[in-house]
């Protein structure tokens, strides 16, 4: 059974946004951290953002610079990633994960299916 289930990819020009959910069980949605991933096609997956679910700090890679937002709805179990001001180099499949750590891609638990995001010029 799938835990983890993105949205929301689709096709944007440069500078334009995406919002990126992930739907998770409620037991998953309970766990200690999620966040999300992305991978281009032959590079390595890598670390986008995380949220600790229990204390509510939020975590984001270095090139993410503020134009991306990881947030959570409690009530509908999901798991949000809006992304502003996006460039071609964001391009990617985008996975939701979870589990104790996730900003580390070898100690996450659970992935989604991933979604796929591209920007164009």
């Known amino acids: 059974q799938v835990q983890l289930v993105e949205s929301g990819g689709g096709v944007v020009q440069a500078g334009g946004s995406l919002r990126l959910s992930c739907e998770a069980s409620?037991?998953?949605?309970?766990?200690?951290?999620m966040g999300w991933f992305r991978q281009a096609p032959g590079k390595e997956r890598e670390f986008v953002a995380a949220?600790?679910?229990?204390?509510?700090?939020?975590y984001y890679a270095d090139f993410v610079e503020g134009r991306f937002t990881i947030s959570r709805d409690n009530a509908k179990n999901i798991l949000y990633l809006q992304m502003d001001s996006l460039q071609p180099e964001d391009t990617g499949v985008y996975y939701c994960?979870?589990?104790?750590?996730?900003?580390?891609?070898?100690?996450?638990?659970?992935w989604g299916q991933g979604t796929q995001v591209t920007v164009s010029s």
């Open positions: 994960a979870a589990g104790g750590v996730v900003t580390i891609a070898a100690q996450v638990k659970s």
């Open positions: 409620p037991q998953t949605f309970s766990t200690l951290a």
């Open positions: 949220m600790n679910l229990i204390a509510g700090s939020t």
